[in-house]
């Protein structure tokens, strides 16, 4: 409960004098209320299996004079859709929206919509594999704790304007604490590892990859290498294909039992000890399903395409050829191909941005990827895909190069 003042007992004691004799305390407490309101700057959402105690939400005016010095939890009453909950605490167990409010004695709070998701908050263990290099426990921890924020709608590197469409996506990330084979690593989610090449081209940087190489389907695997400067690229990643259709993404049949290209985040080194960078967000996006939000990959962009280049209606799309060229004068600016100016604030987009932004049509993008992706590290994902295998994948005999989807560095 909010701006609720402690009184001294004694405060109590002269609170309980002014009532009558034969009421009880709690008819005490219930006398000395004026209002309830409950709060909530925005729209609610929870995922399955999630709580919320209606007293975080709530405030109580009391009568001149007359503040307890505390209200009994067991005097509060929570109603949920007209029907009366056991305790103040609301359990997201069901899908669906419900109407919430707060009851004590004969005084009712306002009404309050909270939206229950049709899906559990996820936790996706990561594993960095350092190629020629290596990061310390700090510096994992802050590039897990930067990508959660950025999947739970928290981050904000530069201080923008969130999307009007912003939503969190209730994915979180942690460093992998043990290795395929269960042996605790000694860093958690580091996996240094050794390569004769010193500085890699993308297409090097790929065929590196399948020497250290996790199951993902129990790791999002992040390989960190020295890419060449060259390339002008600050991370690249492929979408994971899915067994149920998502315009965008491939559709693979749940019988292939192997990856056919290594799917995580390629990361580049000179990226890891920024503390604006949204790379790992922005490559994580397209890992789960998400394409940029214009046509267009690392630095190949194209003007106003036919149709939606994401998919995503809640995403204006534009000209980012026409942007490039202007684009140190424009910065977050931009025009969307229907004519409408704003200013671009999502992770999906490039330099210039906030990157800070998922809205609501990728979130179910996401979430799709999750249920139906045939390598993610989703645990419940059994309409997908088979059981785990082993824990380290090989390279299949088929494969073939593809280019991934590339995030480019700002030109200078």
């Known amino acids: 409960m909010r701006n609720t003042p402690i009184l001294s007992t004694l405060g109590a004691l002269l609170l309980t004098a002014c009532q009558p004799m034969d009421l009880s305390p709690e008819e005490v407490y219930q006398n000395s209320i004026v209002a309830l309101e ?3 700057s925005t729209d609610i959402e929870l995922p399955l299996g999630s709580t919320l105690d209606l007293t975080d939400l709530l405030t109580i005016t009391y009568k001149e004079n007359q503040t307890p010095a505390s209200l009994p939890t067991r005097a509060i009453r929570v109603v949920a859709n007209q029907n009366a909950l056991a305790s103040s605490v609301f359990s997201a167990t069901t899908a669906g929206t419900y109407t919430l409010q707060v009851k004590v004695g004969d005084k009712v709070s306002n009404t309050i919509s909270v939206n229950v998701l049709p899906y559990a908050l996820v936790r996706i263990p990561v594993v960095f594999h350092t190629v020629n290099s290596t990061l310390s426990a700090a510096q994992i921890n802050r590039l897990v704790n930067n990508l959660t924020d950025a999947f739970r709608n928290r981050w904000n590197p530069y201080r923008g304007a969130k999307d009007a469409h912003a939503v969190d996506n209730f994915v979180e990330f942690y460093a992998a604490p043990t290795d395929p084979s269960q042996r605790t690593l000694a860093v958690a989610g ?3 590892i050794k390569a004769t090449r010193q500085t890699f081209t993308t297409e090097q940087a790929v065929e590196e990859a399948w020497n250290a190489y996790w199951n993902p389907k129990n790791f999002l695997n992040i390989w960190v290498f020295n890419i060449a400067r060259a390339e002008s690229v600050s991370g690249f990643a492929y979408i994971t294909p899915v067994t149920r ?8 049949s749940a019988a292939r039992t192997s990856p056919d290209l290594p799917y995580g985040i390629f990361f580049n080194q000179s990226e890891v000890n920024s503390t604006v960078s949204s790379t790992l967000a922005h490559e994580a996006g397209h890992v789960l399903g998400l394409h940029h939000v214009f046509d267009g990959n690392g630095d190949e962009s194209n003007g106003c395409s036919r149709v939606d280049p994401d998919y995503c209606t809640d995403t204006p799309f534009y000209d980012r050829k026409g942007y490039v060229d202007n684009y140190r004068n424009l910065r977050q600016r931009r025009q969307a191909c229907n ?6 604030n999502n992770i999906m987009d490039y330099y210039l941005s906030y990157e800070n932004s998922f809205t609501r049509q990728q979130r179910e993008r996401i979430r799709h990827t999750l249920t139906y992706g045939l390598w993610v590290p989703q645990g ?3 309409r997908a895909r088979q059981e785990a295998g082993e824990g380290f994948v090989k390279k299949p ?3 073939r190069y593809v280019p991934p989807e590339i995030c480019a560095l700002e030109s200078h």
């Open 190 to 192: 580091l996996d240094a």
């Open 245 to 252: 259709s998502l315009p965008g993404s491939r559709l693979v």
């Open 38 to 40: 409950l709060t909530s």
């Open 380 to 382: 419940t994902n059994s």
């Open 339 to 344: 004519g409408v100016s704003y200013e671009s």
């Open 397 to 399: 005999d088929d494969y």
